[in-house]
């Protein structure tokens, strides 16, 4: 039981090939470049929620 309860470590996913893969998926053209600007945009949304 001790076995199954043991501490691990969790990191945070790296999510830009999530989301290229996502926009190819759905057929845009310059996915990396957008792929970017999200992870962007999601960096900065999560710093102001996290400010309330």
């Known amino acids: 039981m001790q076995v199954l309860l043991r501490p691990c470590a969790m990191i945070q996913p790296d999510l830009q090939p999530y989301i290229e893969a996502t926009l190819l998926c ?12 999200l992870l962007l945009f999601a960096k900065l949304l999560k710093m102001q929620v996290s400010s309330l």
Do not use: E, L, V
Not at 26 to 37: E, I, N, P, R, V
């Open 26 to 37: 759905h057929g845009y053209a310059h996915y990396s470049m957008w792929a970017q600007k």
